[in-house]
């Protein structure tokens, strides 16, 4: 009887090493699945953070824009209960920034009083955009906001739309994609 039970365990022994190979190569391609399946998700979400951050980046300079022309147009404001008629404050979608030769330069059409800084303040912020955004451009355009005052219908400011748009590289297609961002300015 002990023999019996000797051979039994052993041609048993021999059927389970195989089960057991089989097993183990699909445990290998399940996990092997699983890993290839997470290399494809990281690779996703670098591509999905870069595209972030442009739209961050893309975000922080309108604000940046945002703040030179208010900064610009504070002193031209006028006066609650004053019935003076306030100087018209510059329009920033009149000049228009762009590279010639090398070298950023702002044209403004007709051209703003030399006391606003209007064309530095394009230079410079222009100069940030491609600095900081692949293949930008932007698009600058204003809507007059008026007021009486003294019985004389002036303008006392701008609101602005303003687009900006860049070349995403990183898109699920391996092309470079135009992406754009718009805000408005008040």
Avoid at 15 to 44: D, K, N, P, Y
Avoid at 75 to 98: H, M, N, Q, V, Y
Wanted: proline residues 4%; positive net charge; contains cysteine.
């Amino acid at each position: 009887m002990v023999k019996r039970l000797g051979v039994k365990m052993q041609s048993a022994s021999i059927r389970q090493g195989g089960v057991s190979l089989i097993e183990v190569l699909v445990s290998v391609t399940v996990l092997s699945l699983g890993l290839v399946g997470m290399a494809a998700l990281q690779a996703r979400s670098m591509m999905m953070n870069q595209s972030s951050h442009y739209r961050s980046v893309a975000a922080d300079l309108a604000n940046d824009l945002a703040d030179r022309i208010r900064a610009n147009r504070s002193p031209f404001l006028a006066s609650p209960g004053s019935t003076a008629i306030p100087e018209t404050p510059p329009d920033f979608s009149k000049c228009t920034a762009s590279i010639v030769s090398a070298t950023i330069t702002s044209t403004c059409t007709p051209a703003q009083s030399p006391s606003y800084r209007v064309t530095q303040e394009m230079v410079e912020w222009y100069g940030a955009l491609i600095a900081q955004l692949p293949g930008a451009t932007y698009g600058l355009t204003s809507t007059a906001i008026t007021m009486l005052v003294a019985g004389v219908t002036t303008t006392t400011g701008y609101r602005y739309s303003l687009t900006i748009t860049w070349l995403d590289d990183r898109s699920a297609t391996g092309t470079a994609v135009s992406t754009s961002y718009a805000a408005v300015i008040e």
